[in-house]
């Protein structure tokens, strides 16, 4: 098993880190960390000699990170309360994958904080909610927030990672997750409570325009 993390900034700037199997099925941007070797011992032969005897990493496997923006934050929209903001995925090119971590990228316009949010993980292949995590906090204004712990959460096909701000005021909801101009993926927003609605073409949640 290798350790993929998983970065996409299309319509939001979140970026979301996995574990899987990585196959040649699927082509992507990847930065490799390998793992550190495991119980390393030293010992001094003479003053100018060290032995060192360790045993190779678990399977814990790489990082892998993944991402499609264009390094350009331009843009937001006026976000909600109750509503997710976000990117799906399609995994099936992976096998054993949970979702670990998650990043994501925000601006202040005007109006700085520390923001209270939540992360959502949702299979889209039945539009089923796998996973809530937080309420977390901002750490500052104008920039990435990162290493969102999100808890091992298994998945395979469609995945939709989307934060959840609950913070500001119920029509302009902050933190305020940035855009680019790189919509070359499939960025969604819509409210939690249609979520279920959305295969029967009633209330369904959009693409951004």
């Given at each position: 098993?290798?350790?993929?993390?998983?970065?996409?900034?299309?319509?939001?700037?979140?970026?979301?880190?996995?574990?899987?199997?990585?196959?040649?099925?699927?082509?992507?941007?990847?930065?490799?960390?390998?793992?550190?070797?495991?119980?390393?011992?030293?010992?001094?032969?003479?003053?100018?000699?060290?032995?060192?005897?360790?045993?190779?990493?678990?399977?814990?496997?790489?990082?892998i990170e993944l991402w499609q923006h264009d390094?350009?934050?331009?843009?937001?929209?006026?976000?909600?309360?109750?509503?997710?903001?976000?990117?799906?995925?399609?995994?099936?090119?992976?096998?054993d994958v949970t979702i670990e971590y998650c990043?994501?990228?925000?601006?202040?316009?005007?109006?700085?904080?520390?923001?209270?949010?939540?992360?959502?993980?949702?299979?889209?292949?039945?539009?089923?909610?796998?996973?809530?995590?937080?309420?977390f906090q901002t750490t500052g204004n104008d920039?990435?927030?990162?290493?969102?712990?999100?808890?091992?959460?298994?998945?395979?096909?469609?995945?939709?990672?989307?934060?959840?701000?609950?913070?500001?005021?119920?029509?302009?909801?902050?933190?305020?997750?940035?855009?680019?101009?790189?919509?070359?993926?499939?960025?969604?927003?819509?409210?939690?409570?249609?979520?279920?609605?959305?295969?029967?073409?009633?209330?369904?949640?959009?693409?951004?325009?």
């Amino acid at each position: 098993m290798r350790q993929l993390a998983f970065v996409f900034v299309t319509f939001l700037g979140i970026s979301t880190f996995l574990i899987a199997d990585h196959t040649d099925s699927f082509i992507v941007s990847e930065k490799l960390n390998l793992n550190p070797p495991e119980n390393v011992t030293a010992d001094i032969i003479n003053s100018d000699d060290i032995h060192v005897e360790w045993d190779i990493p678990g399977s814990g496997g790489d990082l892998i990170e993944l991402w499609q923006h264009d390094g350009t934050f331009s843009n937001a929209y006026y976000q909600a309360y109750d509503y997710g903001y976000g990117v799906v995925y399609d995994l099936s090119g992976y096998s054993d994958v949970t979702i670990e971590y998650c990043d994501f990228r925000h601006s202040s316009w005007g109006n700085t904080g520390i923001w209270d949010y939540k992360i959502h993980i949702v299979d889209w292949d039945t539009y089923t909610e796998l996973a809530v995590v937080g309420p977390f906090q901002t750490t500052g204004n104008d920039q990435w927030e990162e290493g969102i712990v999100l808890g091992s959460v298994p998945e395979s096909g469609m995945v939709g990672i989307f934060l959840e701000p609950v913070s500001n005021d119920p029509a302009d909801a902050y933190p305020c997750l940035d855009g680019d101009n790189a919509l070359d993926g499939m960025s969604y927003f819509g409210a939690f409570i249609r979520l279920q609605c959305h295969g029967t073409g009633r209330n369904r949640w959009r693409l951004p325009d």
